[in-house]
């Protein structure tokens, strides 16, 4: 990978940068301590090789910390910095939000104290994987020690142990923040913590994860190979996205998902499964009901033998307003090109969302954040990385969803919050209902709650006061739900 800094093991000289701040939260300041600082991995000849570039947060005026919790946060890709997750919502300083579908990437852009920061009740550690963001691979030859689904884990895993060493964190509760792939990355830590890795065993175990646009399921690497219809999968959040731009019922977002989840579980499967046997009279039923949840014409369900591709759904829902809406929020909308089918489907990664608040999240992150945590590092920020390209998706261990289950298995009480936006059409509703129901999980510490957002669920004012009050009852040992 290309940087503008070319660094060699033996000259690399790892970074500390420490501040003393303070924030109000609900009428009362709270004083904290930053550092941030690389975590470095070490050849077995003692050479630096990689590092993990992490941001704690400690509440300053606490003495007795035993019984405080560290909330670990990161994003995904795999190869995404914590850029999101830190400047989007966990920070103590954060972006605002507007409507959600900016009219501009550019500013003026408005960083605020957070005043959702959940520092009020744990200290938190945002990180920077190996190679996202100021995070390194030092050694390109040692990538296969870092880039993967076990490995990445691993790497987590030993930056945590030594963190919780180097800060006498010991004795507090655990938790675990992901958003999308990073859901993926606590699954496989916290299942490989509680069994053991590739070479050695963990001590650490984890009280709960919070799986923010959830990739964990029972089948390989995000959900292939499941035996399901992923129109079946899909269809919760098509009808989502379809109650927001054109409005079939004036039922409350929730109420209409449920009832098309209802449908998709009950007819639609059975229907699929069917295929040419299926009557004329029950496929034209069904077609009406598909075409009433998602917003897709007759004409395409007929030539596409009832089922809908997901990419073809983006621009299938408003077609008619010669739009399409983003794969990580189905609020968000872009032109459609001509002709719309082939030209579209070649610029559908470029993606509405990305071209919204990608810069807005950088601004504010290089601009002030970072300026308010005192680092000053002669360093390229990458927000995103290409490693997932070369990633190594096979596991050892067992699925995802695997190693969630031996996680909450072999740690009784350990718990998992999944978040999920009825908007998202990235990681979509589906997977987390199917997880669950095949997964085998001890379903008394599953909570599961959706929100009117996507897949960044904190995008919007309402969104993040809701999920932020949601985490804080959680890592507090309440129920996320109610």
């Known amino acids: 990978m290309y940087r503008t800094e070319c660094i060699k093991p033996e000259e690399f000289k790892p970074a500390r940068f420490e501040t003393d701040r303070e924030i109000v939260l609900n009428g009362k300041t709270i004083p904290y301590h930053t550092v941030s600082e690389d975590n470095v991995f070490y050849n077995k000849d003692g050479k630096a090789v990689a590092s993990i570039f992490s941001y ?52 003026p852009y408005e960083v605020i104290d957070n005043p959702d920061c959940l520092i009020d009740v744990a200290d938190l550690v ?64 916290a299942g490989i913590a509680a069994t053991n890795g590739k070479d050695r065993a963990y001590g650490v175990a984890f009280d709960g994860i919070v799986m923010i646009g959830n990739t964990v399921t029972v089948g390989k690497y995000f959900g292939q190979n499941i035996a399901v219809e992923e129109s079946v999968i899909g269809f919760p959040t098509y009808a989502g996205v379809n109650w927001f731009h054109n409005k079939p019922t004036e ?54 033998g ?23 929020d189905g609020r968000m909308t872009r032109p459609q090109l001509e002709p719309w089918k082939d030209e579209e489907k070649k610029a559908l990664w470029d993606d509405a969302t990305a071209d919204r608040y ?11 954040l970072l300026k308010n945590l005192g680092v000053k590092l002669d360093r390229t920020y990458v927000n995103m990385t290409m490693y997932y390209k070369n990633w ?17 298995t072999r740690r009784p009480g350990m718990r998992t919050f999944f978040a999920n936006g009825w908007f998202d059409l990235c990681t979509e509703f589906g997977w ?51």
């Not at 807005?360 to 992150?365: D, G, H, I, P, V």
């Not at 085998?440 to 960044?456: A, E, F, Q, T």
């Not at 904190?458 to 949601?470: F, R």
């Open 392 to 408: 190594k998706r096979d596991c050892e261990f067992g699925t995802t969803g695997e190693q969630l289950r031996n996680a909450m």
């Open 358 to 368: 990608d810069p807005y999240f950088y601004a504010a992150l290089t601009g002030d």
């Open 126 to 189: 945002l990180v920077d994987p190996v190679g996202t963001g100021y995070g390194l691979l030092i050694d390109e030859e040692e990538k296969d020690n870092f880039l993967g689904i076990e490995p990445d884990a691993e790497a987590l895993l030993n930056f945590i142990e030594a963190w919780c060493l180097r800060y006498n964190r010991g004795l507090s509760p655990k938790y675990l923040v992901g958003e999308s792939y990073g859901c993926t990355r606590s699954a496989t830590a």
């Open 306 to 328: 009832l089922k809908i591709d997901d990419n073809d759904y983006r621009q299938e829902v408003i077609k008619k307003k010669g739009k399409s809406v983003s794969r990580y």
């Open 56 to 107: 704690s947060y400690f509440r300053s005026d606490v003495e007795d910390t035993s019984s405080r919790p560290v909330i670990f946060a990161y994003n995904g890709g795999p190869g995404s910095s914590s850029m999101y997750v830190h400047a989007g919502f966990l920070g103590t300083r954060r972006i605002t939000y507007g409507e959600p579908d900016r009219p501009t990437s550019f500013g």
């Open 251 to 304: 039922q409350p977002v929730k109420e209409f998902v449920m009832e098309a989840k209802k449908f998709a579980d009950e007819e639609y499967a059975a229907a699929l499964y069917k295929g040419e046997a299926l009557d004329e009279k029950t496929k034209e039923h069904i077609i009406e009901k598909v075409t009433y949840y998602t917003g897709v014409s007759r004409e395409y369900l007929v030539e596409h």
């Open 432 to 482: 987390v209902w199917h997880t669950i129901d095949h997964g085998g999980l001890p379903k008394d510490r599953i909570y599961v709650k959706g929100y009117s957002s996507g897949h960044m669920i904190y995008i919007g004012e309402e969104n993040i006061h809701e999920l932020c009050a949601d985490i804080r009852k959680f890592v507090t040992g309440g129920n996320p739900e109610e």
